[in-house]
T-cell receptor
């Protein structure tokens, strides 16, 4: 099963610009998590937003959650070349499983 | 260092051979997971285990087997029954409960020819 669907599939921006990625999901959730994956590596947790939260910040990251629309967005401000990676959203399903979307590939050009 | 280790990083096998991928964690996490990732795609869950000596099938368990004899270890065997085993395999672990993040190993890239 694939709970989260990211949009866009790929995003190319210039260094210094902001990058916005969106995630939609199907069922009710406890929380939604965002992860980052550098090419050929494991995933790294970025931020978790609970279902009763609407916005959360961590450094240059800003995550919003709209449970009425079953959607979330990840904003990376003042992007850097080092932000080039794939970004995945994930939700927790019954059985303590995280279900990941297909991801957004972000390329930041310097 | 605390974390999850996977070995080897690259693995090559001939078709028809079983192969076992290693995953070890020293984070004292109860739950462990195996995912498969194909090029340009997301993660698909193969198997997961929430406690020692117990595990459940994920979305794509056919052709794979696991064991969980120790809390720290969750090896994955890719059997000859797996039709298309070439992929990137990721192991992960987390504490029990919905509000915990998942920690990932560096992955094993398996190529079967």
């Amino acid at each position: 099963s694939q709970q989260g669907e990211e949009d866009p599939q790929a995003l190319s921006i210039q260094e210094g610009e902001n990058a916005t990625m969106n995630c939609s999901y199907k069922t009710s959730i406890n929380n939604l998590q965002w992860y980052r994956q550098n090419s050929g590596r494991g995933l790294v947790h970025l931020i978790l937003i609970r279902s009763n939260e609407r916005e959360k910040h961590s450094g240059r990251l800003r995550v919003t959650l709209d449970t009425s629309k079953k959607s979330s967005s990840l904003l990376i401000t003042a992007s850097r070349a080092a932000d080039t990676a794939s970004y995945f959203c994930a939700t927790v399903e019954y059985g303590n499983k995280l279900v990941f979307g297909a991801g957004t590939i972000l390329r930041v050009k310097s | 260092d605390g974390g999850i280790t996977q070995s080897p990083k690259y693995l090559f096998r001939k078709e028809g051979q079983n192969v076992t991928l290693s995953c070890e964690q020293n984070l004292n996490h109860d739950a462990m997971y195996w995912y498969r990732q194909d090029p340009g795609q997301g993660l698909r869950l193969i198997y997961y285990s929430q406690i020692v000596n117990d595990f459940q099938k994920g979305d794509i368990a056919e052709g794979y087997s696991v064991s969980r004899e120790k809390k720290e270890s969750f090896p994955l065997t890719v059997t000859s029954a797996q039709k298309n085993p070439t992929a990137f395999y990721l192991c992960a672990s987390r504490l029990q409960g919905a509000d915990y993040e998942q920690y990932f190993g560096p992955g094993t890239r398996l190529t079967v020819t």
